[in-house]
């Protein structure tokens, strides 16, 4: 597998559902569970909102999976309790000597449990999390494109 640096988020980058339900602290503040740790985590749907030209061959795409390489798409994420993030190759392979699996990098959660901070090669992305279930995972990345244009990354994990 090519491990695609896609906003963390994606994760995969990932790269990407998180809650079991919400429960409610005191002051009435949405608290997300961590259903999702310790869990392979396998991406199903990824897109961009507005459309951007993704793969720039002059046409806006919105869903960015599709665009995916085979040996990508069928990776899975692994946000391990300890705060590492490990990432699976699985059957389909980007090149002969991938290996199995790859940490690659931390993550800790903040916002009441509301955010996942990615931390990889230095940098630092964020992730909102959308969704958590005990079978499901949606997480939100946003950023802003050269020509500054807002947009929302949208990855949704299935458990493996």
């Not at 806006?60 to 995916?68: H, R, V």
């Amino acid at each position: 597998m090519k491990f695609i640096r896609l906003p963390a988020i994606m994760l995969m980058l990932s790269p990407m559902a998180i809650l079991v339900g919400a429960c409610h602290v005191a002051g009435g503040e949405k608290e997300t569970q961590t259903s999702f740790i310790d869990k392979k985590w396998q991406m199903q749907k990824f897109t961009v909102s507005p459309s951007a030209d993704w793969d720039l061959d002059g046409k806006q795409d919105t869903d960015i999976f599709a665009l995916l390489e085979p040996c990508d798409q069928d990776d899975l994420l692994l946000l391990r309790r300890d705060g590492v993030v490990i990432r699976f190759a699985e059957k389909k392979r980007c090149d002969e000597e991938e290996a199995d699996q790859k940490e690659d990098g931390t993550w800790t959660l903040a916002g009441n449990n509301a955010k996942i901070i990615f931390h990889s090669d230095g940098k630092k992305d964020e992730a909102k999390v959308l969704e958590s279930s005990s079978k499901k995972l949606v997480l939100e990345h946003r950023f802003t494109s050269t020509d500054g244009i807002d947009h929302k990354l949208t990855a949704e994990y299935h458990l493996k």
